[in-house]
């Protein structure tokens, strides 16, 4: 199918991409990689009257530090991201999750500003943000604001993004001394999670001191598995942190679809949630 027809703007600076949206009003969308938003277009799910194409803005791409903290670019891609040595170095997590995300074409095109605005709650990214704490920083009219990645995910595709922000920047917390592993149940390789993991431990003499673990796929948004958090403090041994995985689909409400049910995806969580720790604490 084609698109319904569109006008088509690529500006060359964030500001002029700004001053772009701000005059469409809700009429205009943001083109990053294109790999979610053209295929809504030719099904017709999504047809803006612009579209906004961010993809020669030089300074949307590429990773730097910033003291304890890495900003990613929104418009890097996925195969930048994991091919970064800061990204590498300091936020192990996201580099090895973004290497389970779909195939090398879809990565050479596909960005992490594009995944998180998308907020789709089985992608991959979401959940790994989510457990790295990080911080997303949107460019509107009136300036720049940064959003903690818990207050940015609103509901089923729905970001805490206003039509007329663009999001410019990602901000990780290096998560240096954390033990990390992503962990995707899917049915064929390279498809979207059934159910995902993302986990980060810190451990002190031998117990596990710290974790944080991120679920894809659990509900309307990525979730953080905050009982299995709690309950995992503490956990010394592999029964120990089995048992505290048994809390990993607590608050959650996973959706019945084709793949799996409810039920089905809350003992996925158990069982991919002490996996995920085991290996990221080294016990596995
Ligand atoms: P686009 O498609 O260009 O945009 C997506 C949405 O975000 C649009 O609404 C757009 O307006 C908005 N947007 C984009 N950038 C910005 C910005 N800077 N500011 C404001 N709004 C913005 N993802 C996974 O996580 N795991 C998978 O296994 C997976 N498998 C896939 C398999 C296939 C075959 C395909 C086509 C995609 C798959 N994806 C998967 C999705 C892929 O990761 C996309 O790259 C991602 O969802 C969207 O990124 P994009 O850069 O292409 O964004």
Excluded: C
Excluded at 47 to 55: C, M, Q, S, T
Excluded at 173 to 183: R, S, V
Excluded at 218 to 244: C, I, K, N, Y
């Amino acid at each position: 199918m084609i698109p319904p027809a569109f006008d088509y703007a690529r500006p060359s600076s964030v500001d002029e991409a700004v001053r772009t949206l701000a005059g469409a009003g809700d009429e205009a969308k943001v083109l990053a990689g294109g790999q979610s938003l053209l295929p809504l277009m030719r099904l017709r799910l999504a047809y803006p009257e612009l579209v906004v194409d961010v993809g020669r803005i030089p300074e949307l791409r590429g990773v730097r530090e910033d003291g304890d903290t890495l900003v990613i670019g929104a418009m890097t891609t996925h195969h930048d991201v994991i091919a970064d040595p800061l990204v590498r170095r300091h936020a192990g997590l996201l580099a090895a999750a973004t290497a389970t995300v779909a195939d090398p074409a879809v990565r050479h095109r596909g960005t992490l500003g594009g995944s998180l605005a998308h907020a789709d709650p089985a992608a991959d990214l979401p959940a790994v943000v989510l457990a790295l704490d990080g911080e997303l920083v949107a460019q509107g009219p009136g300036g720049r604001r940064t959003i903690p990645a818990r207050g940015f995910f609103v509901d089923f595709l729905q970001s805490a993004l206003a039509p007329d922000e663009l999001l410019v920047e990602v901000r990780i917390p290096k998560a240096d001394g954390w033990g990390f592993h992503y962990e995707k149940f899917h049915r064929v390789a390279q498809a979207y999670a059934i159910v995902g993991v993302a986990a980060l431990v810190r451990r002190d003499n031998g117990q596990i001191a710290e974790t944080r673990i991120g679920l894809t796929n659990m509900g309307a948004t990525p979730l953080r598995a905050s009982a299995a958090e709690h309950a995992l403090s503490g956990a010394g041994d592999p029964d120990a942190v089995a048992r505290a995985a048994d809390s990993a689909a607590e608050g959650t409400r996973p959706a019945r679809d084709t793949a799996a049910s409810p039920e089905y995806r809350a003992h996925l969580a158990r069982v991919l949630t002490k996996r995920a720790v085991l290996a990221a604490a080294g016990m596995g």
